[in-house]
């Protein structure tokens, strides 16, 4: 993978480079077990100082790191007898959004997730994260498949949004947004929904009906893309940040406004300097929720659901 480095992470990256240089040096020795891990907390303490003071654009653009873990990353560390399941049935395979069945802590799940590539040739394939209605319709067919055999869902949510494209609107991108929304509210199974890099519009709302939302540090939740907004509102790039600031999209104001329920702490620097660092606190959250969550009956849950997004944008929620 080719190392990517925003110019305001740069003082962070340095500061992780030099513990991992020490780290090898001292080649698991004893001698320096005290100073080492000294090093590491202090360079944790200043790499969180600096994230704290990094911009709402900025940390929209880290939500869009090329190095951040995707969902196979993911399904990679958490999951166990991973199957994945292809195609809509109706027209044809979209490797934007994978799905399938595995284990979790010895647990049946179905998972869905929208999947970037890495690189121009991967991402293509991938149609950088941004699905067709077949990729949609993949997803209903998940989440009816765990409600049939009582799986609990899990989602990862990484999307710029539903492709625009001629193609899709022709197949009926709204069609099938509307369907796996519709699909997922009345689902009688526990849903928790991971917000994991960018989650823009209907496109990341189709993945995101759940009964808990978790969010990672620096992942961010949006109706429209901070360049989308300024273009409608201002007609000019150039207000890209301010609208990103406007739009309440951080994890920190997605909590606050109850949007999300969860904020999962990222490694120092960010989930794609540590996949394992962010797996693993991704991992303690994601049980404790499907843990609450399974103590639920069927109805419970889809009047849970209910009763979440009907409080969403009400004054008491701010």
Request: glycine content about 10%; proline content about 4%; overall charge negative.
């Amino acid at each position: 993978m080719t190392a990517v480095v925003l110019p305001f992470e740069k003082p962070v990256v340095e500061l992780l480079a030099r513990v991992r240089e020490v780290r090898a040096l001292s080649d698991g020795s004893d001698q320096y077990a005290a100073e080492l891990q000294e090093l590491e907390e202090q360079t944790a303490i200043i790499a969180r100082e600096l994230l704290a003071k990094l911009t709402p654009i900025q940390k929209v653009q880290l939500s869009r790191h090329a190095n951040r873990p995707y969902t196979l990353d993911y399904v990679q560390r958490l999951f166990d007898d991973w199957i994945e399941l292809k195609g809509d049935r109706r027209f044809a395979e979209d490797e934007a959004l994978v799905a399938g069945l595995a284990r979790f802590h010895g647990r049946s799940v179905a998972v869905v997730g929208h999947q970037k590539g890495r690189g121009t040739k991967e991402n293509l394939r991938r149609n950088f994260g941004m699905a067709h209605p077949e990729g949609y319709r993949k997803a209903i067919r998940l989440y009816e498949l765990a409600e049939k055999f009582g799986l609990p869902i899990v989602t990862f949510i990484d999307t710029p949004g539903a492709y625009p494209g001629i193609g899709a609107e022709e197949r009926g991108q709204s069609q099938a947004i509307g369907a796996s929304i519709a699909t997922m509210a009345r689902a009688r199974v526990p849903i928790v929904a991971c917000i994991v890099g960018e989650g823009g519009s209907g496109g990341a709302l189709a993945l995101g009906v759940a009964n808990r939302v978790l969010v990672l540090e620096l992942g961010c939740y949006t109706v429209i893309t901070p360049e989308g907004c300024a273009a409608i509102l201002w007609k000019d790039a150039e207000h890209t940040a301010e609208a990103a600031k406007q739009l309440k999209i951080t994890s920190k104001d997605l909590l606050r406004l109850g949007v999300v329920d969860e904020i999962v702490a990222e490694p120092p620097g960010g989930a794609h300097h540590d996949y394992d660092w962010a797996a693993a606190n991704l991992d303690k959250a994601l049980e404790q929720a499907l843990t609450e969550l399974s103590k639920l009956s069927g109805d419970e849950l889809a009047d849970h659901r209910y009763a979440r997004f009907r409080a969403l944008g009400s004054l008491g929620s701010q």
